[in-house]
Every structure is written in structure tokens, then in C-alpha cells.
């Protein structure tokens, strides 16, 4: 009896500790910043770990497109069974052409957005999406060895993805715009009344509140990144289109939902610009070239970037 | 090779394929909480010590990988570690069906802890409208996977004597 109740103090003693010093953790974490020793070990972490998930990546991509058609796409009626199977079949001959052909389109339309010629770019595969269920987030296969640093803007074919928040050795993480830690200057068009695009938990659109009630906003209108001083994103890049406007209760201003133009789980490829938040351009000697090709980058801040 | 290296491996192979594979094989979105899967199937087998310690470094060790802060994963699996184990040391018999339901029973407590640890902190795109849900299909996800996670631990850690709970498991 005395062996048992010493036991059972024992278990008490050994939760204690883990809950005290879970506790202290997260203190911790909560107080430093990225550049304290629990974000180096995060860093060593997913410098080690990452190429497992880029191998991993390319072995369950297929894979997890099945995964998510069986669970996501509802159930297949038997009779539709045997015309899929017929219809994979074919598609399996061309997946490789076609695989090909999106690779290429997705360069051209990321060629064709409306950068600036004095941004250098990094071009990116996306190796993971969240790790979690309770952040938005997409992994990258090139990290700090090729320039990227955290804050770099980060966009897709269709328009801006998000911003780097994480970089280590050959990865790094991005934040998505949807996340609600992330927010970003837009200016809509044709109104060209700006304000902060702010990502919403548990939803696939951006909040946006407009306090001027007699400025026509209609759905479909486009927001594109504003760029004024000091903002985290060059300007006009595509971010996505009004998909709701309401008025405010009381008449204090409206309040708009926009839809991204980017479906951030299709995403393969994108393109992290050389862009320090409220200085511009980064100066790099040599430019990533498209995935396939690798070169070394170095990369220099301009002055008063040291935060970066 | 002795028990507590086991559980080690144990615990590096569960993180290292929670942020590998199964973020390419969400269910409605949602990943499952494997660490906490193992922590359950720990509890069963060797009782709440060793889940809550085992619990706590696989939480540690995911919290790594994630944005939250360090440690809240950390927290809520050892604490869900020692609760399956301290309920466990009270079951006279062990039906089959037990590891799902241990399984769902972690899932259901180690995101209600997670998501009470984070308003605490003040972690607030953890605490939303949509959490129930998550943390509601991650448990159902953890159940179907603690029918696999179960039986593969126990042989795993085989070689030592096991916890009396875990007889009708063999």
C-alpha cells in the first residue's frame, strides 16, 4: 500500500514537471522572438527534417490527390466506378504532357504578372501545406542558401500568396494570406480606396473594412496590393476580388469580404520577390533561374535593413 | 536495444511522419494529432509516467515544426498522456474496440486542451468558431489511426513486461 501511494506521488511529481516546464516553454516563446534558441532549434529542426518532406512530397503528391478526392469529394456512386477507371486510364497517358504543360503555364503567368524588372526572384516548388490545423502556412524547397529572408513577398500565377515568416538553410515557411496573423494594404479597383485585407480563422476569404459608406463597392470589383510607404508588398500585385459588401450596423462604414484570386492548395510553384518591407528592392549579384536549374545567391540588404 | 530507447525511435519516427506525410493527406482539411495517438497507445501499455513523458516530447518535438508557441502541444499531450493512463489503470478488461476508443478519447481531450492552453496564452487563430470542428474530425481521425498505432507500439516496444491492461490485446 505504501509502495502504491508512493508510486502514485511519483506520477504527480514527474506531470508537475512537465506541465511547469511546458508552461515556461511557452513563456518563452511567447516573449522572444524568431532569433532566440527555441527559433534555432525550430530552424535546425526543419533543416533536417526537410528534405524528408520534399522526398515524401514526391512519392504522396499522387497519393494524397486521391486522399483528398476519396474525402473530400463525397462518395462514387458504383455505376460512375467503372467510366472513372476507363477515364483514368486515358488520362494516366497524358498526365505527363500535361504535367508539363500547367509547369510551363504557371511560369509564363508568373513571368507575366506586373513586377517590376528591378525585383530579383526566387522560384520556389511548395513541398508541404501546414503541418498543423491551426495555421495557414505552405513549406518551400529554397530557403536561405538562395537569398530568402523573412518578410519576402511570395506569389503565385494567379496573384499573392503571402509573405515568408520562417527561413532555414533549404526551406522556408510562408505565411497564407487567409492566416489571421497576416494582413495586407489593398487598393480596390475601380474605387482605388485602400485599407488592410486581414486573413479570417476557419475562412477562405480576407475582411476589409471601408469607413467611408459612400464609396461604391460592388462584388467583383479587384484588389490589388497598394503598395504605399512602408507596406510589406510591392505595389499592384493581384490579391483577389470582392466577394460581399455589407453595410456596417449604424452606417460606420462598409464591410467587404474578398475572395483570393490564388487556390492556395493547388499551388506548386511560386516566385518569393526580393522585397524589403518599406525599402524596396533587395540588391542580389546573381538571380535564382526557374526550379530544375540551382545557383548560389548571395544577397545584400539595402541600408536600414539590418532587421531582416 | 532497451525499452526507453524504443519509445525514443518511437517518438522521432511519429513526429517525423506527422510533418511529412500527413499534411499530404488531410481529411476535410484536417490533420490528426499522431503524437497523441502514441501517448494513448503509451498509456495503455506501460500506464500515464511514461505516456505523460513520452507525450511530452512528441509534443515538443511537433510544436517545433509548428506556429503556436512551443510547449502547447507539448502540454496537452502529456497531460492527455497521464489522463488515458490513470483511466486505463481502471479498466478491469480490455475489449477490442479499446484503442479507437482511447484513440477518439485523446483526440476529443488533447484539442479541448489545446485549444483551452491556447486562449490562456492568448493564442487567438487557435481559438475560433471552427475549432470544434477540427478538433472533432482530428479525433475521429485519430480513432481510425489508434487501430493501426495500437498493435504496432505494443510490438514495438515488445521485450519488457506489460502493463495488465493490455492482455487482451495480444
Do not use: C
Amino acid at each position: 500500500m505504501a509502495m502504491y501511494r508512493r508510486g502514485n506521488r511519483r506520477r504527480r511529481y514527474v506531470l508537475l514537471l512537465l506541465v511547469l516546464t511546458a508552461i515556461t516553454l511557452i513563456t518563452l516563446d511567447r516573449r522572444s522572438d524568431d532569433e532566440g534558441p527555441l527559433g534555432v532549434v525550430g530552424r535546425v529542426a526543419h533543416h533536417v527534417v526537410n528534405p524528408i518532406v520534399s522526398g515524401v512530397d514526391w512519392v504522396a503528391d499522387p497519393v494524397g490527390d486521391w486522399f483528398a478526392g476519396v474525402f473530400d469529394g463525397g462518395s462514387l456512386k458504383d455505376e460512375n466506378d467503372e467510366l472513372r477507371d476507363r477515364v483514368d486510364e486515358l488520362e494516366r497517358e497524358l498526365d505527363e504532357v500535361d504535367s508539363a504543360l500547367e509547369e510551363n503555364r504557371q511560369f509564363k503567368d508568373l513571368l507575366a504578372l506586373p513586377i517590376t524588372d528591378d525585383i530579383d526572384r526566387v522560384y520556389a516548388r511548395v513541398i508541404a501545406g501546414a503541418p498543423g490545423n491551426f495555421e495557414q502556412t505552405l513549406t518551400l524547397n529554397k530557403g536561405s542558401a538562395d537569398g530568402i529572408v523573412e518578410d519576402m513577398p511570395v506569389i503565385a500565377a494567379r496573384g499573392l500568396v503571402g509573405r515568408v515568416i520562417e527561413v532555414w538553410g533549404n526551406g522556408s515557411k510562408v505565411l497564407l494570406l487567409t492566416d489571421p496573423r497576416s494582413g495586407v494594404g489593398v487598393r480596390l479597383v475601380p474605387s482605388r480606396v485602400t485599407g488592410v485585407a486581414q486573413g479570417r480563422a476557419g475562412s477562405d476569404t480576407l475582411a476589409l473594412q471601408i469607413g467611408d459608406v459612400d464609396i461604391d463597392i460592388a462584388e467583383g470589383d479587384q484588389a490589388e496590393t497598394s503598395g504605399l510607404e512602408g507596406s510589406t508588398y510591392p505595389p499592384n500585385l493581384p490579391v483577389g476580388a470582392v466577394g460581399a459588401v455589407a453595410r456596417e450596423p449604424g452606417g460606420t462604414g462598409q464591410r467587404v469580404r474578398v475572395v483570393p484570386f490564388v487556390r492556395f492548395a493547388d499551388v506548386e510553384h511560386v516566385m518569393v520577390l526580393k522585397w524589403a518591407p518599406g525599402s524596396g528592392p533587395v540588391v542580389t549579384t546573381t538571380t535564382t533561374a526557374p526550379p530544375t536549374t540551382t545557383s548560389t545567391t548571395s544577397t545584400t540588404a539595402p541600408t536600414g535593413e539590418a532587421s531582416l | 536495444m532497451n525499452h526507453a530507447l524504443r519509445t525514443a525511435l518511437a517518438v522521432v519516427v511519429v513526429v517525423i511522419v506527422q510533418v511529412a506525410v500527413f499534411p499530404q493527406l488531410r481529411i476535410s482539411g484536417v490533420v490528426p494529432d499522431l503524437g497523441l495517438v502514441l501517448a494513448a497507445s503509451i498509456a495503455f501499455s506501460d500506464g500515464p509516467e511514461s505516456a505523460a513523458i513520452a507525450g511530452f516530447v512528441a509534443g515538443l518535438g511537433y510544436d517545433l515544426f509548428l506556429e503556436t508557441p512551443v510547449g502547447l502541444s507539448a502540454l496537452s499531450y502529456a497531460l492527455t498522456g497521464y489522463a488515458i493512463g490513470v483511466l486505463q489503470t481502471s479498466l478491469l478488461r480490455a475489449p477490442r474496440w479499446i484503442a479507437p476508443v482511447l484513440g477518439l478519447a485523446a483526440g476529443l481531450l488533447g484539442g479541448a486542451i489545446f485549444v483551452g492552453s491556447s486562449a490562456l496564452a492568448g493564442v487567438d487563430e487557435v481559438v475560433t468558431d471552427d475549432a470544434p470542428r477540427i478538433v472533432a474530425i482530428a479525433a475521429l481521425y485519430d480513432a481510425a489511426l489508434a487501430v493501426v498505432v495500437f498493435p504496432a507500439v505494443r510490438r514495438a516496444l515488445r521485450g519488457r513486461p506489460e502493463h495488465a491492461g493490455a492482455w487482451h490485446l495480444r
